[in-house]
């Protein structure tokens, strides 16, 4: 039986609920999120695996421009609604890279930086079923990047549109609570622009 089978934390997983229990929650929802994430976590040698059937650790990009009055969303091809971008973790446990990543490949932006380097988010959401694939929960770990809103958007294969939204317009976009609260949170961004 391997040490991950006996249920011992890696280093990356050990790292990661650090973070996770040394985040400050914006109120007493994200904060039962948080506590539901790092029991999670903590319980699932799998947890970064899609393969894990009851749900896996994902992460996102709450990406703004300079200015931070506009998100870049994703309309989401199997979804069908306006949303960060992000996805899964594919086994890394390393989540900033991970959104960083996700990014990168649902947007085409080169220009993006991490705005602070800590933890931006949390959230846990149901996914629902889909054929060949039972409903699930996503335990999204999400980072605040800025991107420059001039940069050329490459639409991915996961999404119908992109689009610089205002900060005000998103309800009319549908935009849901968590994504509300991803705006919200903009105006606390602390920190310069990291690398």
């Known amino acids: 039986m391997s040490p ?16 996770l229990r040394a985040y400050v929650p914006a109120d007493a ?25 009851v749900g896996h650790v994902t992460a996102s990009a709450w990406i703004v421009d300079p200015a931070r009055t506009c998100a870049l969303l994703a309309h989401h091809r199997k979804l069908g609604k306006w949303l960060q971008l992000g996805g899964h973790v594919d086994g ?13 490949e649902e947007s085409g932006l080169t220009s993006l930086r991490l705005l602070a380097g800590r933890i ?3 959230d846990v959401h149901v996914i629902p079923a889909r054929p060949g694939e039972p409903a699930h929960e ?3 770990v999400r980072f605040a990047f ?4 001039c940069e050329p958007l490459v639409i991915s294969a ?10 005000g317009d998103l309800p009319s976009y549908g935009a849901d609570e968590s994504v509300l609260r991803l705006a919200r949170k903009t105006a606390t961004i602390a920190g310069s ?3």
């Open 193 to 195: 622009l990291e690398g």
């Open 146 to 149: 800025a991107a420059d809103p």
């Open 158 to 167: 996961e999404s119908h549109a992109l689009a610089w939204i205002a900060l």
């Open 92 to 104: 890394d446990p390393d989540v900033r890279r991970a959104a960083l990543r996700e990014a990168r």
């Open 120 to 122: 931006y988010d949390l």
């Open 138 to 140: 996503h335990y999204d």
């Open 29 to 53: 929802r994200e904060g039962a999120m948080r506590a539901r994430l790092v029991a999670f976590v903590a319980a699932n040698a799998g947890a970064f695996e899609r393969t894990l059937a």
């Open 4 to 19: 991950e089978d006996l249920g011992v934390l890696t280093a990356s997983r050990a790292t990661l609920l650090d973070e």
